[in-house]
């Protein structure tokens, strides 16, 4: 297994190709709105599996009524957050 991470110069683009995250999820992981970095996304989701999850349960009766698809991937879902998003990183530096 390949241990070395290369990420491409466009963070968005790698997150689009390595991980099933919807485009907010994207974004938000970019601007540093999320509790993991794009290098630790892309990772996580490569570890977990989560490809293979969703393409077998989609496939089958595996599915509780209300589950998502997605469960298995590490992000929360818009309006499952306990506490506001904190401002991006770049923001918190200016007072």
């Known amino acids: 297994v390949l241990q070395s991470v290369v990420l491409l110069s466009d963070s968005q683009l790698h997150l689009f190709l390595q991980s099933q995250l919807s485009v907010p999820e994207i974004e938000a992981c ?3 709105r999320s509790p993991m970095t794009v290098s ?3 990772l996580h989701y490569a570890m977990s599996n989560c490809g293979w999850v969703q393409e077998e ?3 089958s009766s595996h599915l509780a009524k ?3 698809p997605k469960s298995c991937c590490f992000l929360p879902r818009s309006g499952r957050r306990s506490s506001p998003s904190p401002p991006p990183r770049e923001e918190q530096d200016h007072f």
């Open 66 to 68: 209300g589950d998502q």
């Open 30 to 32: 970019v601007q540093g």
């Open 57 to 59: 349960r989609q496939g």
């Open 40 to 42: 630790d996304a892309i």
